[in-house]
């Protein structure tokens, strides 16, 4: 028996779904340091729906970059929120339309009957806050993976 080659699991996308705070948190993890033009940020109000096309870092991949010696990778993720019924930002241009933004965390804050907030933590104390009637988030991988422009990790924010 031999260990997975780099082949084998290197462009396998994630496909994700977030119903429970303890879901979002792996999500959160994943789309840590993830970095966004704001003009990749799109709010369907009819839909109710709220979406972010992410260029992801691959924590799931760092360990096998680092034991490998290969370049750390990104991937253009979409992020997306449904069941929301209403957004607000703080610390954000929106019509700085060249803002690139960084992604820190995500967060469910629970209110009443399943409904609550989920809150964006974007770095330089900019955040989004959405009122979702119930937590349904999803992460879906959308490209191949490509080299990470800086070639290393993002110092992680705990």
Same mark, same amino acid.
């Given at each position: 028996? !031999?260990?997975?080659?780099?082949?084998?699991?290197?462009? %396998?996308?994630?496909?994700?779904?977030?119903?429970? %705070?303890?879901?979002?948190?792996?999500? *959160? /993890?994943?789309?840590?340091?993830?970095? &966004?033009?704001? !003009?990749?940020?799109?709010?369907?109000?009819?839909?109710?729906?709220? %979406?972010?096309?992410?260029?992801?870092? +691959?924590?799931?991949?760092? $360990? !096998?970059?680092?034991?490998?010696?290969?370049?750390?990778?990104?991937?253009?993720?979409?992020?997306?929120?449904?069941?929301?019924?209403?957004?607000? $930002? #703080?610390?954000?241009?929106?019509? =700085?339309?060249?803002?690139?933004?960084?992604?820190?965390?995500?967060? &469910?804050?629970?209110?009443?009957?399943?409904?609550?907030?989920? +809150?964006? /933590?974007?770095?330089?104390?900019? *955040?989004? +806050?959405? %009122?979702?009637? /119930?937590?349904?988030?999803?992460?879906? =991988?959308?490209? +191949?993976?490509?080299?990470?422009? !800086?070639? #290393?990790?993002?110092?992680?924010?705990?």
């Amino acid at each position: 028996m !031999s260990d997975a080659s780099f082949h084998d699991g290197r462009e %396998a996308p994630l496909n994700l779904g977030a119903l429970s %705070a303890e879901d979002l948190q792996v999500v *959160s /993890t994943l789309v840590q340091d993830a970095v &966004f033009p704001i !003009s990749e940020m799109s709010w369907r109000a009819r839909e109710h729906r709220f %979406a972010l096309l992410l260029n992801r870092f +691959r924590w799931e991949d760092i $360990s !096998s970059a680092e034991k490998r010696g290969r370049p750390f990778e990104r991937v253009q993720s979409l992020l997306v929120i449904d069941g929301v019924l209403g957004v607000a $930002s #703080q610390g954000i241009d929106r019509g =700085d339309k060249d803002t690139i933004l960084s992604l820190l965390s995500v967060h &469910f804050e629970p209110g009443e009957d399943g409904a609550g907030h989920v +809150r964006l /933590t974007l770095a330089g104390d900019g *955040s989004i +806050r959405l %009122a979702v009637e /119930t937590l349904e988030v999803s992460l879906r =991988d959308v490209t +191949r993976p490509y080299l990470a422009p !800086s070639k #290393q990790a993002p110092t992680h924010h705990d």
